[in-house]
């Protein structure tokens, strides 16, 4: 069955994501680059079958202490932080970045997905900010500049699209963006 998508409404969404948020946020606290922390955020460090509830990124990579992994699987290594959250934190971060997302459209056109990962459409400020990748850009730089937190942007014509972007190539992608369209659905999807 073919679709005709040129039928379809076809908007600029963006969906962020905050890379390892409460780890990140945690390496941002302790001054350390979230790319280059060790950080593993559990919520009880004193039961050993606590749960992970994040691992900055060198964590995944090196020791594969991902999100729901459990506090006996931590090695010991000198090299890691292991902190419990502090989700008032957590909060008051998350509020600045979606004052940041505010500066570049309404409250009508940002969706809040999780703490961490938002969806936004641009269409409506591309005529003040530029196209959806340069929007895109400037809220990695800004989110950045303001918070030292890193955030990976899936970009869309609908909110399907941009959510698998975001999942399935802006999160591995060098500079954190990734386009899905219409007609890259034979490709992608």
């Not at 009880?44 to 594969?64: D, H, I, T």
């Not at 942007?153 to 999160?171: E, T, V, W, Y």
């Amino acid at each position: 069955m073919d679709i005709d998508y040129s039928t379809l409404p076809k908007r600029s969404i963006l969906c962020v994501d905050v890379k390892s948020f409460f780890a990140s946020v945690e390496a941002v606290r302790r001054k350390i680059h979230p790319l280059d922390a060790y950080i593993v955020v559990i919520a009880n460090k004193q039961r050993p079958g606590a749960v992970v509830l994040a691992s900055s990124p060198l964590v995944k990579r090196e020791f594969g202490i991902n999100t729901g992994s459990r506090a006996y699987s931590i090695p010991n290594d000198p090299r890691l932080i292991i902190v419990e959250p502090s989700m008032k934190l957590y909060l008051k971060v998350n509020n600045m970045i979606m004052n940041i997302y505010k500066r570049f459209v309404s409250d009508d056109d940002l969706h809040v997905y999780s703490i961490d990962e938002a969806l936004i459409d641009v269409t409506a400020s591309e005529k003040l900010f530029g196209d959806k990748f340069e929007i895109a850009h400037k809220i990695q730089r800004t989110i950045f500049k303001e918070l030292k937190l890193i955030v990976t942007i899936g970009i869309g014509d609908n909110l399907l699209l941009s959510k698998l972007a975001l999942d399935n190539q802006a999160k591995n992608a060098a500079n954190g963006l990734a386009y899905w369209s219409y007609d890259s659905i034979k490709d992608t999807v």
